[in-house]
């Protein structure tokens, strides 16, 4: 014991002293490593790229089999020297993972479109394993070189291999679109993507839609692309699926095989003719005979599997003689993988990061792509068409001083004397210098004369066409559409899979109940919905809880009664139209302050909503009219905003510093009225306004003075009157009969007489005498006021006072609500009989001077002058 105690202590003399100790948290160690290690796993292994579709090994293999020649004109190669290319070259792993990757990409059960073609076994339908790589053979198919198109021009980036000894694309080029072609499925760290093959024509035809109309819908895009196409066939059961995959990314799929009847010897069989994809045609007999065996299902007399060499699936099932045939396949069908569910979540690495995409995005993406690929092929070939046409300026330079040019060579002692002299005498380059040194005699004769100058006519026409692709991106677009049309034309074929409609189907939408809400958007950006009988039921015991739960600044702005599905609009300041169904709005509680909007749109920086319109349907006969501060107006028909994108819709065109001052949706035959900072107003019929495109910038509705903007804009109503409120928190109530209908273009007529003590107007609104007006200041203060109490005037009436500001604070915005018995009321101060006198007396004398005034200002501008589209 002695003995070993001293070996310990001998051999703790021996080892190093520790200098330092890290200490460091373990929790924290682990995620970062854990994180790291899934990231590595989501972006080297696991995940399709979206530009490619392809996994790193499958890139590789591709980019292997193509350094070395083995395209589809030569010989097939044994598969174990293209594994040990790629795992010596670029993929540092297990030669397995190599060999099953080149496998499936080889299987036509597994690929829709196959990118290596295989000799020899390569496995089989019932999921029988592949012979060795020793035993098979390979090369690329024909449509693997289009993912390869010009790689070696500079189309795609490089990155080094794994040892830094080489180098390999971090894309390919991919002149057709293989992440839905030929999806991919695959499992990382916490997340799994199932990107089901498409068929090629059908999403040709879908990016072809895409580039000639890039607000093309979802409903448009599946009129091209229908569904997936799997490499199987089967029947695709219904559109709800299909269309929840492609709207959100993520989807379920019922794939039911194609089966038929037949009467053989005497017995009725079912036929299966095709399974659904990925599932294994062995173990799907076994499942059978074994349900058979247990008599979960009754009927079956016998099943035998007929499929031939040809891959031809033909499963036999023989029915005993008192079955019903269509009662024994439904039992299969819901009992067994005759008819199974394919979940479909498009998740793919998009900028070095794993999104769930959508159909469309998934397109974007890709023509994004195509657009850069294109580019830069074009810019490579315009550098080589330079270089050439550089030397042969030189080379003509030369013929046209040959016994010059040789004089000087004859007579120089070395190559480099010579290049020089060259240099000098005729303004050349070291490269040019170089070409006229190596040129042959045989070029001198008048014929190889002649073909330098027509290459370099030929040259400049190149290079011409080259710099107006690059100038222009129409050109660009129309060679990736013709480029698709060319492999359309070769590899395209028809659909597979089959879908049939399903009686009673349902969308997600069908599943929300069709009942009337009320939605509430707040002045600090809140927003919720909930039922009109909740909000009718709302308890009447005081101020603050009948509505929604606000802060003490905060008041709701806008508020619509609509139908669970109608659609919700939102317009803000910098042009930008945002769409939600009704249901898509949170639904809070009756106290609840609501969901912050920006939760629900994807608004910019500095971006705020100018208007929320409902509308249950985009039909014709409908307009959205808006003006802006700097008094354009624009009216386009509603039914230009019916495809609206996820991330927004440019609404209208505006001039640098330009936004959005008033929304209102229209029938075509309205009156409008915009009012300004200044007090001037101008109403104008709707019908002198012509529909203009969404892009269009507008014309304008009021001439503006110098500091003079526009505040707002109301719609005149029957019976109701125009509330105009200062800043100062004064205002008053006017007839609609007192805004006279002018035309478009002029400065208007005074509405509101406007100085440093009254205030500058805050803006206008059209109510009715059973309204509320609430109104909120700078420092915060909010008010409620019955619009009966506010007193009508005439339109130069200083009005009355609605709300009293602080020194050096003033009313921030107002807006009109339906009024409450139960709010606190604040009370209006009114006027003396003195003041009305003498406001009476000043708007008497302003309206005779108006009356002789000669309205030369209010010019009329032609409908289409400054429109600008």
Request: aromatic share 6%.
């Amino acid at each position: 014991m002695d003995n070993f105690n001293n070996e310990i202590e001998e051999t703790s003399a021996a080892l190093p002293e520790v200098q330092h100790v890290i200490e460091t948290d373990i929790e924290k160690e682990m995620k970062t490593s854990f994180l790291a290690y899934s990231m590595s796993v989501i972006i080297s292994r696991a995940l399709p790229d979206v530009r490619d579709g392809l996994k790193p090994v499958h890139r590789r293999i591709l980019y292997t089999m193509f350094e070395n020649n083995l395209t589809p004109d030569k010989a097939y190669r044994k598969c174990a020297d293209t594994v040990g290319a790629v795992l010596g070259r670029y993929h540092p792993h297990g030669d397995a993972s190599v060999y099953d990757a080149m496998v499936r990409l080889a299987q036509d059960f597994s690929l829709r479109y196959p990118l290596v073609d295989g000799h020899g076994n390569f496995g089989s339908i019932d999921r029988d394993p592949p012979a060795a790589y020793r035993y098979t053979e390979s090369r690329m198919s024909k449509l693997a070189l289009e993912m390869l198109s010009d790689i070696n021009k500079d189309t795609v980036n490089f990155v080094p291999n794994y040892d830094d000894r080489l180098r390999e694309p971090e894309v390919l080029p991919s002149r057709f679109p293989q992440i839905l072609c030929n999806g991919s499925v695959g499992i990382a760290v916490g997340m799994a993507t199932n990107i089901p093959p498409h068929n090629l024509s059908e999403v040709i035809g879908a990016i072809d839609l895409l580039m000639e109309n890039p607000d093309a819908s979802l409903y448009e895009l599946m009129e091209h692309i229908k569904g997936p196409d799997f490499p199987t066939g089967g029947i695709i059961m219904g559109r709800s699926g299909i269309r929840a995959a492609y709207g959100t990314g993520r989807g379920k799929i019922i794939l039911r095989s194609n089966t038929s009847f037949e009467e053989i010897k005497g017995r009725q069989c079912i036929i299966v003719h095709e399974i659904p994809y990925m599932v294994n045609k062995a173990e799907l007999i076994k499942s059978i005979a074994e349900l058979v065996k247990d008599k979960r299902v009754d009927g079956i007399h016998d099943i035998r599997d007929e499929s031939d060499k040809e891959k031809q699936v033909r499963i036999v099932i023989e029915l005993k003689k008192d079955a019903n045939q269509q009662v024994v396949l439904n039992k299969l069908f819901a009992l067994t993988q005759l008819q199974d569910t394919v979940g479909v979540i498009m998740l793919a690495v998009v900028n070095g990061e794993p999104k769930c995409l959508t159909l469309k995005q998934v397109l974007e993406h890709y023509i994004d792509h195509q657009i850069d690929v294109i580019t830069r092929r074009t810019r490579f070939d315009l550098e080589k068409a330079k270089a050439r046409a550089h030397i042969l300026e030189g080379l003509i330079v030369a013929l046209d001083n040959i016994d010059e040019a040789i004089n000087i060579i004859r007579s120089s002692k070395t190559t480099i004397e010579a290049k020089t002299r060259l240099m000098d005498r005729f303004s050349l380059s070291e490269l040019q210098a170089d070409a006229i040194a190596q040129m042959r005699l045989i070029q001198l004769t008048g014929l190889e004369r002649q073909k330098i100058r027509d290459e370099m006519a030929a040259l400049e026409l190149k290079i011409a066409d080259y710099d107006d692709i690059l100038a222009r991106r129409e050109r660009v677009c129309g060679i990736i559409r013709d480029d698709l049309a060319e492999i359309k034309r070769k590899y395209g074929d028809e659909r597979r899979t089959q879908i049939e409609d399903v009686s009673g189907e349902v969308d997600i939408e069908d599943l929300i109940p069709v009942e009337d809400d009320v939605v509430c958007y707040t002045n600090n950006g809140y927003i919720k919905r909930m039922p009109v009988s909740a909000y009718k039921a709302q308890n009447r015991g005081g101020r603050g809880i009948t509505g929604m739960k606000q802060r003490e600044d905060d008041f709701i702005k806008e508020m619509a009664v609509c139908s669970t599905h109608d659609n919700i609009l939102f317009i803000t300041n910098k042009g930008i139209m945002y769409k939600l169904k009704c249901f898509e709005i949170p639904e809070g509680s009756r106290t609840s302050k609501g969901t912050n909007i920006v939760n629900l749109l994807q608004l910019s920086q500095d971006e705020e909503l100018a208007a929320m319109i409902k509308t249950s349907d985009f039909d014709e006969g409908k307009f959205i009219v808006m003006v802006t501060r700097y008094g354009k107006i624009k009216k386009t028909a509603l039914s230009a905003y019916k495809n609206v994108r996820k991330n927004g819709l440019i609404a209208i065109g505006l001039d640098e510093g330009d936004e959005i001052m008033g929304v209102r949706m229209t029938g075509g035959g309205d009156d409008l009225i915009v009012a300004t900072k200044n007090g001037m107003a101008i109403r104008i019929s709707e019908q002198k306004l012509r529909p203009m495109s969404r892009m269009a910038h507008g014309v304008r509705a009021i001439k503006l003075r110098d500091g003079d903007s526009v505040v707002s804009m109301a719609r005149a109503r029957e019976g109701a009157t125009v509330l105009t409120v200062s800043d100062k928190g004064l205002g008053r109530r006017c007839s609609l009969d007192a805004y006279a209908r002018q035309g478009r273009g002029g400065f208007g007529r005074k509405n509101y007489t406007v100085s440093e003590e009254k205030g500058y107007v805050c803006g206008i609104k059209v109510v009715d005498e059973d309204d509320d007006i609430i109104m909120i200041s700078t420092d915060g203060v909010v008010i409620r006021l019955r619009a009966a109490d506010i007193r009508v005037m005439g339109r130069y009436a200083t009005g009355v006072r609605m709300m009293k500001v602080n020194e050096n604070e003033r009313v921030v915005t107002f807006t009109r609500a339906e009024h409450d018995d139960n709010a606190e009321i604040a009370q209006i101060e009114q006027p003396s009989e003195e003041e009305l006198a003498q406001q009476e007396a000043l708007a008497r004398e302003a309206e005779k001077a108006e009356a002789v005034e000669i309205d030369a200002e209010a010019e009329i501008l032609p409908d289409d002058e400054e429109a600008e589209e």
